[in-house]
């Protein structure tokens, strides 16, 4: 149990699992590019005790390896799993009363504690400008929270145990922001603070939001995790912890006796600002928009207080280490939500939310002599209208039969896919709808389209294991590489427009068809560096399924629609980059020449890091 981000700290330091840097780091790039060679190395968390700027010490890394993650939550991870648990599956408890006693009492004991209604004694006002203002990337649009812990109250019905505690990123400085006054609120509206502004707007009144940063680890875990009905963040929080989550009102808003710093405010109706850009976790910059504006009201800090900081980009980074914490506490809850599904793996390396693959039943057609995918269509689409998980492009879905399947073994799930799929018959698109709003693959801002892989049933072809000779010395498409078994990239010409793209396409297309048949390597990539997005699976994931728009981007040999019914013999997928596309995260070369010192010579981390 720690009663705060400084007896974490202290533990993890003695431990062994944190390094402390003395020398004075700037907070316009140099700690994120210190981070991220830290975190890529499996590196401590990083201490910087000398922020130029500003009197506070930031810490980053906490979460940067599962075993650091599991020693933070050491004395209350499976009381916890417990829990929720049985919020999943009720009937556990009523079926074994006395072995879940202890449960009971956990999540008793984790009820939100109200204290007097001032602000605590530890605490002090201060100024947004005060704080370590890290800009992560170098065309980041200013000084971004990267751990907020975002607090709202539903305006029908007020009180903590109504409230949504979300990470939803917070710009500091930079753009039109008036700086100490005002800062900028990223979310989309479907999100739990979306759904209070909505609320608020409808009544014609601000929403009081308040920004808790640090505290125990507990409550930044929390404030992303995917609960069940009628499970309060800020209860997950005290359960984490062993240690209810004490908050007061001060001047109507609710302040975190346990945060290391809060910021509170309104958001007024309809008043927004340009917020961006940010390099985000699909490893590109997410652009300028609109997004809400937050008039600043107070900032607080406690004594001692420490600022806790990630910074995201191409995946893997430190938010997989959230993830994978995530899908231990509440990896059953998906198959309680969703009848029929076994298995949801929200892939890393495409960035998590472009990509799903999955594993379900199928039971509607146990008499028919040719299985075909027909329940897994029912639980793709419960899959696509499920929290984040509605925000994914692509999902992969295979019936659960006589085989081991893992979908985190993501070249044996993919082949296993593509040995049995009909590719006439099992591939359906959702078009003109929504999907992530970092995503710039698609046609506008939180607009694209989906499309579902389903696949049970017998084996149907065996996947070439080499580039198939009809594949090579194709006019205008080079460089054929095998990604993995029944997957070829080729190098194509430079993406000008979508109108040039179809001739493109139809011309690769009808030259494939030509040749004959290609039946052993059904998905063929187009791409702007094949060697690149041949040199391993990480590449190939994060390439294909965050450039593509499947709608737009998809193709097909001898392709054909019948009532509706879009199908092929082979997939086509052009994942060459777009005009539209946001560019990819490039550190700043000068940068990361001023950060060596840290890690060569006599520097503190030369001898830290365990890669």
Known sequence: MYRNL????????????????????????????????????GGP?????????????????????????KFIFKDTWEKTQSVI?????????????????????????????????KLPSHMEEIKISDLPLIKHWPDDGGAFVTLPQVYSEDPDKPGIMNANLGMYRVQLTGNDYEVDKEVGLHYQIHRGI???????VKKGEPLKVSIFVGGPPSHTLAAVMPLPEGLTEMTVAGMLNNRRFQYSYVDGYCISHDADFVITGEIHPNETKPEGPFGDHLGYYSLVHDFPL??????YARKNAIWPFTVVGRPPQEDTSFGDLIHELTGGAIKQEIPGVKEVHAVDAAGVHPLLFAIGSERYTPFQKVKQPAELLTIANRILGTGQLSLAKYLFIA???????????????????????????????????TIDTLDYSGTGLNTGSKVIFAACGDKKRELCTDVPGELKALDNFGQAKLVMPGVVALNGPKFTSYEVAQEEMNTLSNAIEAKGEVTNCPIIIVADDSEFLSANMSN????????????HDIYGVNSFYDNKHWGCDNVI??????????????????????????FTGEGILKDKLNK
């Open 194 to 200: 979306g759904v209070h502004q909505h609320k608020a």
């Open 45 to 69: 968390a990083i201490l910087f005790e000398n922020v130029k700027g500003s009197d506070y010490p930031a810490v980053s890394n906490l979460f940067g390896t599962m075993e650091r993650s």
């Open 399 to 433: 019936a659960e039969e006589d085989v081991e399947l893992d979908t985190h073994k993501e070249a044996e799930f993919l082949a296993y896919i593509f040995e049995r799929m009909d590719f006439r018959r099992d591939i359906h698109f959702q078009t003109n709808t």
């Open 540 to 551: 190939f994931l994060w390439a294909t399924f965050t450039r593509s728009n499947p709608s």
């Open 573 to 598: 997928i052009d994942v060459r980059l777009k005009p539209h596309h946001a560019p990819p995260l490039i550190p700043d070369q000068d940068v990361e020449k001023n950060i060596e010192k840290f």
């Open 6 to 41: 400084e007896e974490c700290i202290i533990d993890l330091e003695k431990h062994g699992h944190l390094i402390r840097i003395k020398e004075e780091v700037d907070p316009h790039l140099e700690m994120a590019a210190i981070h991220l060679k830290v975190y890529e190395a």
């Open 294 to 299: 937050m008039r600043v009201h107070k900032v």
């Open 85 to 117: 648990g049985l919020r999943n599956d009720p009937m556990k408890a009523l079926k074994s009363p006395f072995k879940h006693v202890s449960s009971g009492l956990t999540g008793l004991k984790a009820l939100p504690s109200k204290k007097s209604d």
